[in-house]
Nanobody, 122 residues
Framework: QVQLVESGGGLVQAGGSLRLSCAASGRFFSSYAMGWFRQAPGKERDIVAS????????YYADSVKGRFIISRDNAKNTVDLQMNSLKPEDTAVYYCARESGIVDGKIQYGYWGPGTQVTVSS
């Protein structure tokens, strides 16, 4: 059914940049909000950024605001996360997720990719 596959992770030195991409299957990509999440070992999974179905609005966690940029290309069924000025604390597995519905005005993310590792060395 819905499949999400991340790419672009890797090892980078502090201060460097990486661009993550998420390729989505399906014919209705443009109908749903998309998000990027990350999870460091032993820690909770946190949202990093999200973007509305039409790309008109976006959200960024305070920890990445000004450094990361989320974008989407609905014609290609992709959503990207440009990560700049990377810090060691950005090290985590990054996951792409798709909206599955809205409950009490909050977006629910019910579809997930397998994740891609981002490691930032100091």
């Amino acid at each position: 059914q819905v499949q999400l596959v991340e790419s672009g992770g890797g090892l980078v030195q502090a201060g460097g940049s990486l661009r993550l991409s998420c390729a989505a299957s399906g014919r209705f990509f443009s109908s749903y909000a998309m998000g990027w999440f990350r999870q460091a070992p032993g820690k909770e999974r946190d949202i990093v950024a999200s973007i509305s179905y039409n790309g008109a609005t976006s959200y960024y966690a305070d920890s990445v605001k000004g450094r990361f940029i989320i974008s989407r290309d609905n014609a290609k069924n992709t959503v990207d996360l440009q990560m700049n000025s990377l810090k060691p604390e950005d090290t985590a597995v990054y996951y792409c997720a798709r909206e599955s519905g809205i409950v009490d005005g909050k977006i629910q993310y019910g579809y997930w990719g397998p994740g891609t590792q981002v490691t930032v060395s100091s």
